[in-house]
Nanobody, 132 residues
């Protein structure tokens, strides 16, 4: 059984920063991919950032490029999302995901790595609210 637990999110003002962490029940290097997604009510889950274990390649969604960074944590069981210059549009529930299945995409391009249906394991999510 794989467990992923996101750290508590929070409320910040626009322009502020916040770091989310994901604690995994296994060494994160055992997952071929780890990723962050976000979702607002009534909308599809959006891929934000992903990291490929084999070569540490990172994928960042255009909507957050230059502001968000995905990093391996100090502990081998953690992975983090560093969010800078936050905007109100970043308000969402954020989810940690792991284990790409390649069930739909047989590629390692960004659109595949940031596709929610590709991932097998999910955390329960944590809320991030950015006020203007």
């Amino acid at each position: 059984q794989v467990h992923l637990v996101e750290s508590r999110g929070g409320s910040v003002q626009a322009g502020g920063s916040l770091t989310l962490s994901c604690a995994a029940s296994k060494d994160t290097s055992t997952y071929n991919y780890m990723a962050w997604f976000r979702q607002v009510p009534g909308e599809a889950r959006e891929g934000v950032a992903a990291v490929r274990a084999s070569n540490s390649q990172t994928y960042i969604a255009d909507s957050v490029k230059g502001r968000f960074t995905i990093v391996q944590g100090n502990s081998k069981n953690t992975m983090s999302l560093v969010m800078d210059n936050l905007k109100p549009v970043d308000t969402a529930m954020y989810f940690c995901a792991a284990g790409r299945t390649y069930r739909r995409y047989n590629s390692d391009y960004a659109d595949a790595a940031l596709s929610a249906e590709e991932y097998a394991y999910w955390g329960l999510g944590t809320q991030v609210t950015v006020s203007s």
